[in-house]
């Protein structure tokens, strides 16, 4: 999962710095399946694992109970 500490007042709009950081890590040999497992697929797992009734990372399933 790639994450940042951006999001001060001072910092890059979020958007932005997470391009300038794939840019970056492109740069330096990462490639398109890298960057999707790190920013969808795991995110997607973790998101699932949390979610009470296992519905595949969507933020807005709610649980019946």
């Known amino acids: 999962i790639l ?3 951006v999001g001060q007042m ?3 709009d979020p958007s932005e710095a ?4 794939v ?3 492109e740069k ?3 490639k398109e399946k890298d960057f999707r497992k790190m ?3 795991n995110p997607g797992k ?3 694992r949390l979610s009470q009734n296992n519905c595949r ?3 807005f399933c709610q649980s019946d109970s």
């Open 3 to 5: 994450t940042s500490d």
């Open 10 to 12: 001072f910092s890059l």
């Open 18 to 21: 997470l391009l300038d950081f």
């Open 23 to 25: 840019v970056l890590l």
């Open 28 to 30: 330096n040999g990462l």
């Open 39 to 41: 920013l969808i697929e």
């Open 46 to 48: 973790l998101i699932s």
């Open 57 to 59: 990372g969507h933020l």
